[in-house]
């Protein structure tokens, strides 16, 4: 068996300690902010997909997603969302100063290329049209 020893308080001495209890949750709290401020992390994965199939023109779709590290200091989903917009912006920026000229000149070979198909096909077209009245005519 221990042997405890009991205090007794008045009312103004419990109220005292009470307080004091308060300010030291709320410097803790002032304290935690500032480290979350300090070294508050979180993961933001980034995946960067470019679709350049053969004779396609090329598209650039970034996908951010945002994980809390730890469920301490969660962040909302509008905020979630503002850091993905945020990233999917500066990352097609990013593509477009360093390589926006290769993707136009390529988009824009794929369209020409496309532009020549639908012509070569109509003379074509045109042709066996051609040829066809030609076979009426000489069989009339």
Same mark, same amino acid.
Request: aromatic share 10%; hydrophobic share 40%; proline share 1%.
């Given at each position: 068996?221990?042997?405890?020893?009991?205090?007794?308080?008045?009312?103004?001495?419990? &109220?005292?300690?009470?307080?004091?209890? *308060?300010?030291?949750?709320?410097?803790?709290?002032?304290?935690?902010?500032?480290?979350?401020?300090?070294?508050? @992390?979180?993961?933001?994965?980034?995946?960067?997909?470019?679709?350049?199939?053969? &004779?396609? @023109?090329?598209?650039?779709? %970034?996908?951010?997603?945002?994980?809390?590290?730890?469920?301490? !200091? %969660? #962040? *909302?989903?509008?905020?979630?969302?503002?850091?993905?917009?945020? !990233?999917?912006?500066? #990352?097609?920026?990013?593509?477009?100063?360093? !390589?926006?000229?290769?993707?136009?000149?390529?988009?824009?070979?794929?369209?020409?290329?496309?532009?020549?198909?639908?012509?070569? @096909?109509? !003379?074509?077209?045109?042709?066996?049209?051609?040829?066809?009245?030609?076979?009426?005519? *000489?069989?009339?």
């Amino acid at each position: 068996m221990s042997i405890r020893k009991v205090v007794q308080l008045d009312e103004y001495d419990y &109220n005292e300690l009470v307080k004091m209890a *308060s300010l030291k949750e709320k410097q803790i709290e002032k304290q935690a902010q500032k480290l979350y401020e300090k070294k508050g @992390t979180y993961r933001i994965d980034i995946r960067l997909e470019i679709r350049d199939y053969y &004779n396609e @023109t090329i598209e650039i779709a %970034p996908y951010t997603n945002v994980n809390n590290w730890d469920e301490k !200091f %969660p #962040i *909302s989903d509008a905020d979630k969302r503002k850091i993905i917009n945020y !990233f999917n912006e500066r #990352i097609l920026l990013v593509m477009k100063r360093k !390589f926006g000229k290769q993707i136009e000149d390529k988009n824009l070979y794929v369209d020409k290329l496309r532009q020549l198909k639908i012509v070569k @096909t109509a !003379f074509i077209g045109l042709t066996i049209a051609g040829w066809a009245i030609a076979l009426l005519v *000489s069989l009339l």
